[in-house]
């Protein structure tokens, strides 16, 4: 018999609290660094409203996608990674670059030069995240 350090249960809670602070932390850099793109490169867009209440907009509209995106893709893919020991930094955050720009496309349906780069750069800092955030259980 395979000798676990938790139950089933206490694993699932646990597994379940790293996704939600892997999509809170996301969801947060991604925020700061909209805030950056458009004070630095839009600044017709960063002028246009005020600035607290893009960022808090943006933060708490992306937390919904990234759950949806780590729950659908980045669970299979972390299990996989796993499973063939190719577990780093490099390969989490290229599959997260893929896999991020892959699910924007199907979310969106068309993308923009924009929309590609931002869907890689969440889909890395989440790939991060998450493997930053693992345990052995």
Not at 6 to 16: E, P, R, T
């Amino acid at each position: 018999m395979q000798n676990r350090p938790y139950k089933l249960s206490k694993h699932s809670i646990l597994v379940a609290l790293r996704l939600l602070a892997t999509a809170i932390i996301t969801a947060f850099i991604g925020a700061v660094l909209n805030f950056f793109y458009r004070k630095f490169f839009d600044p017709e867009a960063y002028a246009a409203e005020p600035n607290v209440i893009r960022a808090i907009f943006s933060y708490a509209l992306t937390i919904p996608f990234i759950l949806f995106a780590l729950i659908i893709l980045g669970l299979p893919t972390s299990y996989l990674l796993r499973r063939f020991s190719l577990e780093n930094w490099l390969i989490y955050a290229l599959f997260g670059a893929a896999l991020g720009v892959g699910f924007l496309y199907a979310v969106l349906s068309y993308l923009t030069p924009f929309g590609i780069v931002a869907g890689a750069i969440y889909g890395s800092i989440c790939a991060i995240i998450w493997f930053a955030l693992s345990r052995k259980f």
